[in-house]
């Protein structure tokens, strides 16, 4: 009698077991479909943030190709407010002080427009201002109408020039 007990209460174990080995079984199912599914919905995420920055890239050169008037006269206006407080500045310093702005403006087109050579006069002007000859190669460089650097800023170079022993590293540039 204890015998047969004990068997029923084995299959009652027995079956609870292989209920239980079912049950992981499609549970493991289940995580192998989900798994599945999130690798997919992963591309499919990637994709879809590949199309947002593509989309996003092509509708800034649209937003700049198809700038409306109102834009346009807005920049423009801050362009031209940005001109007056430069030519404010311009007119502070000791080069440009007794200068009309049709003066300031007709000097900043032809330095816009010298191309290399400017540079090359550019340099000689620094030289000059500090006090080295401005042969340039060994020819003289010619000196143009208003030829110059701002004594302010020429003193912000000797100064940066001074804090890094001469070396222009890229501390010294940044």
Request: proline content about 1%; hydrophobic content about 30%.
């Amino acid at each position: 009698m204890e015998i047969n007990r004990i068997k029923k209460i084995l299959e009652q174990k027995d079956n609870e077991c292989n209920l239980l080995t079912v049950e992981r079984d499609m549970m493991q199912d289940r995580v192998k479909d989900l798994e599945e599914e999130m690798e997919l919905k992963s591309g499919e995420n990637n994709r879809l943030r590949k199309q947002v920055t593509d989309l996003d890239s092509v509708m800034k050169d649209l937003y700049k190709s198809r700038k409306g008037n109102g834009t346009l006269s807005i920049e423009m206006e801050s362009l031209k407010s940005d001109n007056e407080r430069l030519l404010a500045l311009l007119k502070d310093t000791c080069e440009y002080a007794d200068c009309e702005d049709s003066d300031i403006l007709k000097s900043a087109a032809t330095k816009t427009l010298k191309g290399a050579n400017g540079l090359i006069e550019t340099f000689s002007a620094n030289k000059r201002t500090r006090g080295v000859s401005a042969d340039v190669g060994g020819k003289r460089g010619k000196k143009l109408d208003n030829d110059w650097i701002p004594t302010e800023a020429v003193r912000v170079i000797m100064k940066i020039r001074d804090q890094f022993d001469g070396k222009m590293t890229e501390t010294a540039i940044s």
